[in-house]
């Protein structure tokens, strides 16, 4: 199998139908064998239902249900040991992240031998409750790391399947996930500029709290 795309997804009834078949038409135009994983991490709203529908139709998509919100590293770390791909996508649930993007990021892991594509979202559709606190996270993290990357939170990102087999996400580790992967001796690490669309449904869950 080529990819596997895992997409946490909480309170995301709207966007689901409209990713789903967005990401379909990609994976069709480009000839990909692949899956898709959505984990509904304790949705209060028909998240589940619409993933259910989902998968009735098309069997390269497939469910996991939390039956409370445990958060996105647990989401990451559950998807990731069922995935069969080749290539590991990442990316949020919310329209935000573009399924364009995965082709070329394929390429960056697949032809072109990264072992990990962390997007970075150049041009930011978000308040300054957002983007405040993540150039300050990103800098902070930067100078601890050493890895050099803008954007080590964004939720679109690629890997090779070997990564997400030899890592542990857990708590609010996902964050880092770019500083795991080279502590697990997965050092080819870059990042690709990818469009950040602006919210269609719903509202950010996330401001300064994230990193407190």
Request: aromatic letters at 12%.
């Amino acid at each position: 199998m080529n990819i596997s795309i895992v997409i946490p997804a909480k309170d995301e009834q709207e966007s689901i139908p409209e990713l789903s078949n967005w990401i379909s038409r990609v994976m069709q135009s480009h000839g990909f064998s692949y899956e898709v994983i959505f984990v509904d991490d304790g949705s209060a709203d028909n998240t589940w239902e619409e993933i259910q529908k989902i998968s009735a139709d098309n069997p390269a998509f497939k469910g996991i249900k939390f039956n409370r919100n445990f958060g996105k590293s647990a989401a990451l770390h559950t998807a990731f040991k069922l995935t069969q791909g080749d290539v590991v996508i990442t990316m949020d649930a919310d329209l935000q992240d573009s399924p364009d993007e995965i082709p070329d990021l394929y390429k960056l892991i697949k032809q072109d031998g990264f072992h990990l594509v962390s997007g970075w979202k150049k041009k930011r559709h978000d308040p300054l409750s957002k983007t405040i606190p993540s150039k300050f996270f990103n800098f902070v993290t930067r100078k601890i790391s050493g890895i050099n990357l803008h954007d080590f939170n964004c939720g679109l990102k690629a890997y090779h399947h070997a990564v997400v087999k030899n890592i542990s996400v857990y708590g609010e580790m996902h964050r880092y996930i770019p500083v795991i992967a080279k502590w697990a001796g997965f050092t080819k690490i870059t990042e690709k500029v990818v469009e950040h669309r602006e919210r269609k449904y719903g509202y950010s869950k996330f401001g300064w709290e994230r990193f407190v």
